[in-house]
């Protein structure tokens, strides 16, 4: 089974630009459908942004045309770049992968396997 673990969270200030990386181990990503999820305390995950096997992406409607989100097979990381960062941005950030499911914005936040997060804080 893969295992995931999130880097490059932190603290900027609105407008400010954060890469998250989620490095996998254990399996090849190639395999898998895999995105990005967030939660803020006291409320439900919500999916942010997904990538298929094939490579076709799908992103939320408060994070598109902001965030870009990408992976490379041969490191085995997968990234979301976050630009134009604003406050209700602020969140913990999952990376999530699973072999069978597709990585939509409803199923990102159910997916078996994800790591332990890394916090965004922007103000």
């Known amino acids: 089974d893969v295992q995931l673990v999130e880097s490059g969270g932190g603290s900027v200030q609105p407008g400010g630009s954060l890469r998250l990386s989620c490095a996998a181990s254990?399996?090849?990503?190639?395999?898998?459908?895999m995105g990005w999820f967030r939660q803020i305390p006291d409320r439900e995950r919500e999916g942010v942004a997904g990538i298929e096997s094939d490579g076709s992406t799908s992103y939320a409607d408060s994070v598109k045309g902001r965030s870009t989100i990408s992976k490379d097979s041969a490191k085995d990381t997968l990234y979301l770049q976050m630009d134009n960062l604003k406050s209700e941005d602020t969140a913990m950030y999952y990376c999530a992968a699973d072999l069978y499911r597709k990585a939509t914005l409803e199923t990102l936040p159910s997916f078996v396997t994800w790591g332990q997060g890394t916090q965004v804080t922007v103000s």
């Open positions: 254990g399996d090849t990503i190639g395999r898998y459908c």
